[in-house]
């Protein structure tokens, strides 16, 4: 951990939040949840970090959502206690999860197979840990998850409920599929098939005399642009706390809003081929594509000045491990005031990935200077 002031005397590259932009994002939510009557549980996979995480579940019932093991010790150790592990599970990694039960924390899980059923009851019954559990139902991503309107919604609600440490928490879907909508109204769609199917699948089994307490549905595209959350009492969506250059194409939100960003210095000067090098590659940023900027041109994210302030037409045209090539959309990119040891701030197109690589956040509101650090997990 660095004790510096200013980004422009950091080691790069580093990772940067804006405090008033997060707060803003995590707002946003709040209100739409609140609005709809719906419980806020949001994905901390994007972030990894327990102020973040405070900020984020401010307001609301204190559950979060976690994608690997490492962060469900993390947040339960930051105070943590309703955690929603949402990966379909590999029975190895019960042992962890029934360690963090025993400390008292609420731990959900997914399943979405029978087979998985029976690993996953011997494991907990040998762990002596019941485990409430989300029955995983694919609302049109084809990724995980049962159908909501097959017969293997209902084999896997019985084989729960005939388990011995096995419990029915609810149902529970992801629109991942939200990512490929290339208007708003295509957004508002998929948004609704991720609600019906969710509630289609409560009801059935609520129908045939299951338990299914919570409908629990989210990507952060999703719920921006769901016209009802009608049936559903749980959204989980995670990247809305950073924003990205994927969430400002996908409509929400805009560029101002974007709080993530990676710091990076110049490098080097390519005249020939009309590129600035910067120190932050496919590590830092991910390799995540996406477009713009105006003229659709194929790029990694956009690069603003070490004070937040996007530089128009400047884009990140390639990525190497290590190494990102400065493009501008015009003839040539702005050597004179980004000479070599420069600092730039970059917007990646996927902020979950680019996070991942960093272990802590160096927090600014509004400018240049560190107001905090904050400490973030990683790994597995
Ligand atoms: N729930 C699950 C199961 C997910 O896999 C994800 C993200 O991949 C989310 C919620 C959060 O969605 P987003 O990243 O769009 O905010």
């Not at 939040?17 to 995590?26: A, E, T, Y």
């Not at 419980?39 to 559950?63: C, D, M, S, V, Y």
């Not at 039960?101 to 997914?110: F, P, T, Y």
């Not at 924003?243 to 000067?269: K, N």
Request: proline fraction near 4%; aromatic fraction near 6%; glycine fraction near 10%.
């Amino acid at each position: 951990m660095e004790h510096v002031s200013s980004l422009s005397l950091l080691q790069t590259p580093a990772a940067i939040v804006d405090r008033d932009k997060l707060q803003r994002n995590c707002d946003r939510m709040t209100v739409r949840a609140q609005t709809h009557r719906i419980n806020l549980r949001p994905h901390l996979k994007t972030t990894k970090a327990a102020k973040i995480a405070e900020i984020a579940t401010k307001q609301h019932f204190g559950g979060i959502t976690v994608s690997t093991v490492a962060e469900a010790f993390y947040f339960n150790a930051h105070g943590f206690q309703d955690i929603t592990y949402a990966v379909g599970l590999a029975p190895h990694k019960l042992p962890a999860l029934a360690a963090l039960q025993k400390e008292g924390a609420h731990i959900n899980i997914l399943i979405d197979e029978v087979a998985a059923i029976h690993a996953i009851d011997e494991a907990a019954r040998n762990l002596q840990s019941t485990f409430p559990v989300f029955i995983e139902v694919d609302s049109g991503e084809r990724r995980g998850g049962v159908s909501p309107d097959g017969q293997q919604l209902l084999d896997v609600a019985a084989g729960i409920v005939n388990s011995n440490s096995l419990t029915i928490a609810g149902v529970l879907t992801h629109a991942g599929h939200s990512y490929t909508g290339t208007t708003t109204d295509e957004i508002v769609e998929i948004a609704e098939q991720e609600r019906s199917g969710a509630v289609l699948a409560a009801t059935r089994l609520r129908g045939m005399g299951f338990d299914c307490q919570t409908v629990s549905i989210g990507s952060t595209p999703s719920v921006s642009h769901a016209a009802s959350f009608e049936g559903v009492t749980e959204i989980r969506p995670g990247v809305y706390i950073f924003g990205d250059m994927q969430q400002v194409a996908l409509g929400t939100c805009g560029i101002d809003d974007v709080a993530y960003s990676v710091l990076a210095t110049v490098i080097g000067h390519n005249h020939g081929a009309r590129r600035i090098l910067v120190d932050a590659g496919s590590l830092a940023l991910s390799k995540d594509g996406g477009r713009g900027p105006g003229a659709n041109l194929p790029t990694y994210g956009r690069v603003a000045t070490v004070d937040g302030r996007i530089l128009p037409g400047l884009y990140l045209s390639t990525l190497y491990q290590e190494h990102g090539l400065i493009a501008s959309k015009w003839e040539e990119p702005p050597y004179d005031s980004l000479p070599i040891g420069h600092k730039v701030r970059l917007l990646p197109n996927h902020s979950c990935l680019s996070a991942a690589s960093f272990d802590e956040y160096f927090v600014v509101q509004n400018g240049s200077q560190i107001t905090e650090i904050w400490d973030k997990t990683r790994g597995w």
